[in-house]
């Protein structure tokens, strides 16, 4: 007998669980469409140049490897800040912000939930039905309550925008809003311009504060300004926001762990108290972040020629998702007879598509055409080539029907 008998096998993690299965298939036609990370045109992991580069720099001045502060390294604050709310926004001129390195998007999550715990003992969270799964797991583990409100729409594989303003509206007041910052995950569906400002309105009315996850910035369209867009409007408001970054996509960083927690604040003494409180979380959890995304971060957002290397990359990343996008459209409307409206696909930004696909049908998709994906019907586009377009067309079509 162990006395470790109590403890109940876990299930397997919903989308980290997918590449397991996908290991174990060895059938030449397996394609693994389930984790959200990018791939070349030959389904090879990537690393940017513009990483390698700074890397050999970085070893060649032979940098030390001593602790960080808690709050971390203090250049990559500085320009993950100015990249999410443009380096003249007053809220930075000001020092409004409180910013402290995360261990990536999660992370950071994390520590705001712990924040959250903390001194809003009374607020619960509010979160997109669907959200990204750890979204749950996050806020559980914080023990923060959450409750949903209406986001997608299944007979329009659209915004329900509807139902999304009448559940805020809702919610008591001074409830916290997740938003995902752009290409929401994992429905690729995002509000427009307009709603982003009605949602705005609603949420100064009803005195909630907004918590944006920003995952994406520069990966959904290409444009680091254009994927913040949502955060500035809010910002310029004078609200205060939570913002969570991540740089596992855009910067192709995902082991390195590294992101950060940004509180917005209505003064800076207000976003001094707030970053010495998330210190003191951060301290007994992990003690400190790690040093080596921070580097690449701040060398490459430091140096305008690095920077702009950056963005041609990112522009190359987000494009060839785009192509990919278009054939798998094009593809669907040649294949399909059944005269079923594939425009969706097209209207959805970002590396997923949410397919409308049910449980059953995805499982066909799995079992039937080696495509593994996640059973809430989401495909990660960034996974597939263009010369796999037509046979995943031909796996959604059966899957379908
Ligand atoms: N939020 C969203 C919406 C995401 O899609 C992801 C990555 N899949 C994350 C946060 C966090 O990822 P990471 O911890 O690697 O930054």
């Not at 090879?44 to 001045?61: D, G, H, S």
């Not at 020092?95 to 990536?104: F, I, M």
Request: proline share 5%; with cysteine; hydrophobic share 40%.
């Amino acid at each position: 007998a162990s006395r470790f008998d109590g403890i109940a096998m876990a299930p397997p993690d919903p989308i980290l669980g997918v590449s397991e299965a996908f290991k174990a298939d060895t059938s030449e036609l397996k394609l693994n469409l389930g984790v959200g990370a990018y791939r070349t045109e030959e389904l090879q992991p990537y690393v940017l140049n513009v990483v390698k580069k700074v890397e050999n720099l970085m070893l060649e001045r032979g940098e030390n490897k001593e602790y960080l502060p808690i709050e971390g390294l203090a250049a990559f604050n500085k320009v993950t800040a100015e990249l999410l709310f443009g380096a003249d926004n007053p809220v930075i001129k000001e020092q409004k912000v409180a910013t402290v390195q995360g261990l990536s998007g999660t992370g950071s999550l994390r520590l705001a939930a712990a924040l959250i715990e903390r001194y809003f003992p009374e607020a619960k969270v509010l979160i997109s039905s669907p959200t990204w799964g750890n979204h749950k797991n996050i806020f559980n583990d914080a023990r923060v309550p959450w409750s949903e409100y209406r986001y997608y729409d299944p007979k329009t594989v659209g915004l329900d925008f509807e139902g999304m303003i009448a559940d805020i509206k809702a919610a008591p007041e001074g409830s916290f809003v997740l938003l995902h910052g752009c290409a929401h995950n994992p429905t690729g569906i995002d509000p427009i311009p307009e709603q982003w400002e009605k949602i705005a309105d609603l949420i100064q009315e009803k005195n909630h504060i907004p918590f944006f996850d920003v995952a994406y910035q520069g990966f959904a369209s290409g444009s680091l300004d254009a994927d913040a867009a949502s955060v500035r409007l809010f910002a310029a408001r004078g609200m205060e926001l939570f913002v969570a970054q991540s740089y596992s996509k855009n910067l192709g960083l995902y082991s390195e762990r590294i992101g950060a927690m940004n509180v917005v604040c209505t003064s800076a003494g207000a976003a001094a108290r707030v970053k010495s409180q998330l210190k003191r979380i951060a301290r007994p959890m992990y003690s400190n972040p790690p040093i080596h995304g921070a580097r690449i971060v701040a060398n490459v957002v430091g140096d305008p020629a690095l920077f702009n290397e950056w963005k041609a990359e990112m522009e190359m990343m987000a494009g060839r998702i785009k192509n990919v996008r278009q054939k798998l459209y094009d593809s669907l409307c040649a294949k399909d007879k059944s005269g079923k409206d594939w425009s969706f696909i097209l209207e959805q930004i970002g590396m997923f598509s949410f397919t409308g696909l049910n449980q059953t049908q995805s499982e066909n998709m799995t079992n039937k055409w080696h495509v593994y994906m996640t059973k809430d019907g989401r495909i990660s586009l960034a996974g597939l080539s263009l010369a796999k377009c037509e046979y995943l067309a031909d796996a959604i079509i059966d899957s379908f029907h």
